[in-house]
């Protein structure tokens, strides 16, 4: 574009920054958006800021945006939106949705959502749409969620799209249809959307509303995956640690399944986990594996809690001192009978768990120590 700076440039940089970060027209891509909004307000633009500050309160930016700065895109975007600019309410109703420069107000940022709406915009009714749903500063009216959805939809917003085939996909304002689900979910798919193509190559795997085909649902995995959805790279972790619509291959599974864990998907903590306790596409390693069965049985996964016993034995059958560690210990033998009958006790009830692993009395006391039961006298 050159780099002539004026008011015009910046609000080209501007355009293109909001193309980038929403993924209207192109893959979405949320740092190529602050590079070019930075650039946006570097060339005068002073809605620039408030876009940056409005990605910041989602997304980590490193970059420092000072009130004056700020408060001077909420002003620019109040009297645009008395003038009964659509995209100007827009923002503004996003602000308020967020509490990003203003105190957070649901109704108020409905309100201008509505107001937006009534102008034609495709994004606020999508928005609207999202606070019916939920009930978010209006009354929760599910018939309504959906008719927004739809009138966004047909103006081609891919969120419009992706959630009206999540709304024929689970009944919600509509009569159940798989079909019109899948459909909803492809005109979204098209256009980059993660999500619709993690949940429509859910249709395929499963056969629901289109024919089961493993191949393309471990396509759209993938093209869901590239752009960061956990949950897209732990289930193409598991295509490809299984070779459901590809060739098998335990490495890329791997890698898929650290991606997702690193974001937090405790079914891909567990799945690291056990690639590390049985050196399945990566090295063999026991610590390793015991870090991740640790991370995912904390966000709830039950039977990565029993692995954790396994991967403890493993670790210490390689030489690993388990006194080193500092885990709980009992002196008396009546205390460590006790450990081991609560061990039993929260161990014997786990889904598709039915045989107590035999160990060592040290490791039943680790996974007593995981279970956070520290008070062992109240169980003798």
């Known amino acids: 574009m050159g780099d002539a700076k004026g008011p015009l440039l910046g609000a080209d940089y501007c355009a293109l920054a909001l193309r980038a970060y929403d993924g209207h027209g192109t893959r979405r891509d949320p740092k190529e958006a602050v590079r070019l909004l930075r650039r946006a307000g570097e060339c005068g633009s002073v809605e620039a800021w408030g876009h940056l500050a409005r990605i910041s309160a989602k997304h980590p930016t490193g970059v420092t945006i000072g009130p004056a700065r700020l408060e001077a895109a909420l002003e620019l975007w109040r009297g645009r939106a008395l003038d009964h600019d659509a995209e100007a309410a827009y923002f503004l109703a996003t602000c308020y949705a967020s509490g990003v420069g203003v105190r957070k107000d649901r109704a108020e940022a409905a309100r201008l959502f509505a107001a937006a709406a009534e102008l034609g915009h495709a994004a606020a009714e999508y928005r609207l749409g999202v606070c019916y749903l939920n009930g978010f500063g209006v009354p929760k009216i599910l018939t309504m969620a959906v008719q927004l959805f739809r009138r966004s939809a047909d103006k081609g917003d891919p969120s419009a799209q992706c959630d009206l085939g999540s709304c024929y996909s689970n009944g919600i304002g509509v009569v159940l249809n798989p079909a019109e689900a899948a459909r909803h979910f492809r005109r979204s798919a098209d256009q980059g959307n993660a999500t619709a193509q993690y949940n429509l190559g859910m249709a395929y795997i499963g056969g629901n509303g289109v024919p089961q085909d493993f191949t393309e649902a471990f396509r759209l995995y993938r093209l869901s995956a590239e752009q960061g959805d956990a949950r897209a790279q732990y289930t193409t972790g598991l295509c490809y640690a299984n070779g ?62 029993v692995m954790l016993s396994t991967a403890l ?33 929260r161990l014997s009830g786990l889904e598709g768990y039915d045989a107590l692993p035999i160990m060592p009395l040290e490791l039943w006391l680790l996974v007593l120590n995981q279970l956070r039961l520290r008070d062992l006298d109240a169980h003798v």
Not at 245 to 267: I, P
């Open 244 to 305: 459901t619509g590809v060739v098998q291959d335990r490495t890329e599974a791997a890698q898929m399944f650290k991606r997702s864990a690193e974001q937090g998907n405790s079914g891909a903590q567990y799945s690291l986990a056990r690639a590390y306790l049985d050196g399945k596409g990566v090295a063999q390693c026991p610590e390793k594996a015991v870090r991740y069965f640790r991370l995912s049985a904390n966000s709830g996964h039950k039977t990565a809690l």
């Open 313 to 345: 034995r493993e670790r210490a059958r390689l030489g690993w001192a388990i006194s080193r560690h500092g885990y709980l210990k009992t002196e008396t033998g009546r205390h460590r009978v006790a450990a081991v009958l609560t061990c039993q006790r």
